[in-house]
């Protein structure tokens, strides 16, 4: 079955970064889009960040344009969101996600918080 597993989140401080990744399986990961979203305390989960199945022209929120970067690793099966510049208002839980028809997959998520 398909499993989407996050990892990397934690504490940061404003201005720092994280790496988040996300181990995907149970599908061929390299034919399909992925995601990345977040949802903050009390409010909707919203998208962050694609990536199409083979790499190449990303989008992104325009709240974390050119301070994050999503990628992927089709050889390893691997996600990746590379944070700089975080900002408290960047505390969420982050979940990868990706969809096979009208099926939506998600992962249990990773906290981020962004704290001084």
């Known amino acids: 079955q398909v499993q989407l597993v996050e990892s990397g989140g934690g504490l940061v401080q404003p201005g720092g970064s994280l790496r988040l990744s996300c181990a995907a399986s149970?599908?061929?990961?390299?034919?399909?889009?992925m995601n990345w979203y977040r949802q903050a305390p009390g409010r909707e989960r919203e998208l962050v960040a694609t990536?199409?199945?083979?790499?190449?022209?990303?989008k992104y929120a325009d709240s974390v344009k050119d301070r994050f970067t999503i990628s992927r690793d089709n050889a390893k099966d691997m996600l990746y969101l590379q944070m700089n510049s975080l900002k408290p208002e960047d505390t969420a839980v982050y979940y990868c996600?990706?969809?096979?028809?009208?099926?939506?997959?998600w992962g249990k998520g990773t906290l981020v918080t962004v704290s001084s």
């Open positions: 149970g599908f061929t990961f390299s034919s399909y889009a």
């Open positions: 996600n990706t969809r096979r028809g009208f099926i939506n997959y």
């Open positions: 990536i199409p199945s083979a790499g190449g022209t990303t």
